[in-house]
Nanobody, 126 residues
Framework: QVQLVESGGGLVQPGGSLRLSCTAS????????IGWFRQAPGKEREGVSC????????HYADSVKGRFTISRDNAKNTVYLQMNFLNPEDTAVYYC???????????????????WGQGTQVTVSS
């Protein structure tokens, strides 16, 4: 069964950190461009960070540059999103997706994927 499962979300204080994981089953995640997206209540889904399948080059949204880092461990079939210096504007449901149809820049700018996870809630609040 093809599946993406996100984990690692939760409640964190402003300035804190979380690491999200996106684990694939039923397919080799290393064959796909992987993206992290988020959607806050009343807002459109936006691309946060996307990583290429070949050279691990990555694209970041301006709002997270310098704070978030995407990485992949193909041996574990997992992609991570390390989120530091979180602020309340980062509060959203975070999704991961996999695609073979575009590179990391386009995937992030025009959210799309062949497979999507169910999402994990991140809440930044004091």
């Amino acid at each position: 069964q093809v599946q993406l499962v996100e984990s690692g979300g939760g409640l964190v204080q402003p300035g804190g950190s979380l690491r999200l994981s996106c684990t694939a089953s039923g397919f080799a995640l290393g064959d796909y461009v992987i993206g992290w997206f988020r959607q806050a209540p009343g807002k459109e889904r936006e691309g946060v960070s996307c990583i290429d399948r070949s050279d691990n080059s990555a694209h970041y949204a301006d709002s997270v540059k310098g704070r978030f880092t995407i990485s992949r461990d193909n041996a574990k079939n997992t992609v991570y999103l390390q989120m530091n210096f979180l602020n309340p504007e980062d509060t959203a449901v975070y999704y991961c997706a996999a695609t073979k149809m575009s590179g990391p820049v386009m995937m992030c700018l025009v959210p799309g994927g062949d497979y999507w996870g169910q999402g994990t809630q991140v809440t930044v609040s004091s």
